[in-house]
């Protein structure tokens, strides 16, 4: 092993996932398997056969049967070697098993391979071997008082010139360099000692020496590979300290670096390559496993109520198992707990998606963490994510790497409706488990819409247009999507239209030319896609014969008596037929007289004129319709003014003011008028308006209205007396006032007729 003081430098500290990092808060793993041991009925020490296939349980002096239980490498029974002997410690020599018998102050001798007990190997008595280790050739024993070399090819025993003051656990080199280790256990503070194996007497390397501060309560030693170290599971501090073997005085390092494991330390085991394992105990049972270079590897809890034996940590020949047993409690019902690749740390890695389904064309957000035994989670490793589904070949998404806390994230847009099953997976290193995570995406078809409209009515034999939008609740339809176009006509009976397409934006168009009149309906349908539903929307019109654009106006809507009325038809845009018909009928008579036929101009345009027009006519333009507009017909009343003549008598001069004729009057004379209206209206009645100019404007005084009925003659004779008038402008008129049964003419008026009024 390297030495462990070079590569718990600060520098390297504080990497992520090389360098001696401190495990104790890190979330634990759990043991690959765990089996009950139902025969062992104590627990001493452990050691591991890879070659023979078998694991050697001694039992302890102290238990109900104190032997060596014998297992398969997977914890099943075997057998009991040296029952009731009493078995303490037990050492492996290649092929040869080594037991301290306390019972019988002798070392058991038992072929590793057939389970052949041989010869035992009888010590002084009184010694009560204890703690047992190999090397150089030769199996050392301590006892109470000191330690001392069994020859196995002589049987000779010889005692170490180097007394203790009690009975020291051991440890040898494993990779056969001869230093061998002592500690005094269970004392306050540990004394421990180094020893040279391959010098004949064995000599010191390191002499006892109280670790003062450095550890107490020590439950078992190891020597690394090489021998450059010991290590030593302290209670104090919780921490198992490497101590160097040619001085053994103050700890070069600690597993952990910190100094603090959660429990207290009970166990420490080197595999062949170096790497070390420690375990804890109360209050909490763990397992620290950290490679040859001090690398954090795995912290494993045993879970539940177990508690780690004392001792109870073993590592296979090649460093590929752990092996940790435990009772519940510190009950006798020990399990055997078997970890796999232990210097390979372990991962996990989780995966989610969306926790309901998703329409197609969604983007989905999936995210998982990356997590080991350690407590830094490995930041920037690759983690690649697949995704799979029904009849789909399956991709790969972009790739990503998590960040300082493990976490990841990448995006995806399943574009089919389907069950999607999404796999992250971590490649792992040499050192570092893979690991592999799943879950599911369910994807619903996105919805699709069509929005359809169509004009209410349309003509027939013209080209109509009806519009549509498809749309989708994820994403744009792309250009060109088929729509198919179906059409329901009045009889019942459904016409299939030439497929539409859509544009960019989702619109279409379908055109149609439409002949029998009725209701129709038009359906625009969407066959969906994989990643779409289906659409369809109805629009409803009706053909059918528009009004006819038809006008009538006349020049004006009053005209003076026997005068020439004209009055223009207009007819604007129809499909064929352009011929207007104008209708004259005198008001009262109830006859229409046809006064033309024709077509209109170019201008839409038939103007006729109606000479001598004695009463009110009213008339009628007339449509007889065609293929796309129906008949009708217009009308408009032109009122015809009856004639009012007016004479007036009784002035003696004649003046001009502002361009007008005024007669002037003696206030003591009569203004005599005649009036005659025409045609005949007599009993009707006529109205005579007399104005003052008063302000610069003409005022209608309503006392000076005067109304008198016409004679059968249609006439009227009559004066008005001017006493009071003097000094004034006026103006008269005569207005005829139809009856109200009188509908042939309208009223109408006289001239002006100006005066002035002088003393």
Known sequence: MRPVRRLLAP????LSLAGVVTLAAAPAARADATVSLPDLSGFRQMIVDNADGYLFLSEGPFASSTGVVVTALDGSYVTT?????????????GGTLYAALDAQDAIGVTDAATLDQGQSYPLPGGDVPSALAVASGTVWVSYSGGIGGLDPATGTFTPLADPWPGTPDLAADPAGGGVLAAILPATSPATAATYDTTASPAAVLAPQAPLAGTCTNESQVAVVPGGAEFLAACGSPHAVSAFPAASADAPAASYPASGSLPGYPVAVAVAGDGAVAVGTTGPSSDVEVYAADGTGRNVYSLGGSAELAV???????????????????GSARYSLHVFDSPQVTQTSLTLSGPASAVDSGTTVTLAGQLSDTLPAAPAGAPVTITRSAANQVTATLPATTTDASGHYAVTDTPVAAGTYTYTATYAGTNSIAPATATTTVVVSLAPATIRLAAPATALPLKSLSVTGTLSFAVGTPPAKTAITVTRKNPNGTSTRLPTATTGANGAFTVTDDLSALGAYSYTAAYAGSPGTTAASATAALTVARAAAPLTLAAGASTALYDATLTVTAHLGATYSNRAVSVYAQLVGDGTNRLLRTAAVNSAGNLVLSYPAATRSVIFTA?????????????????????RVAMTNSGWYATTTISGATYRVFHQAAHLNTAITVTPNKH??????????????TWYQDPKNVFTYTLTSSSQLSTYLTLANAAGARYRVRAVFVPAASDVTNVSYYSPWFYFQVNT
């Open 11 to 14: 520098a390297l500290a504080a």
């Open 683 to 696: 009993g009707e009645h006529v109205q005579l308006d007399v104005q003052e100019w008063y302000g610069n």
């Open 81 to 93: 070697l040296d029952e009731g002997d009493e078995v303490a410690g037990i050492a492996l020599d």
């Open 622 to 642: 007339t449509f007889t319709g065609d293929s796309q507009y129906l008949a009708r017909s217009v009308a408009v009343r032109i009122g015809v003014g009856a």
């Open 311 to 329: 001792k109870g940590l073993a590592w296979s020949a090649d460093g590929s198992k752990l092996y940790a047993v435990t009772a519940p409690g």
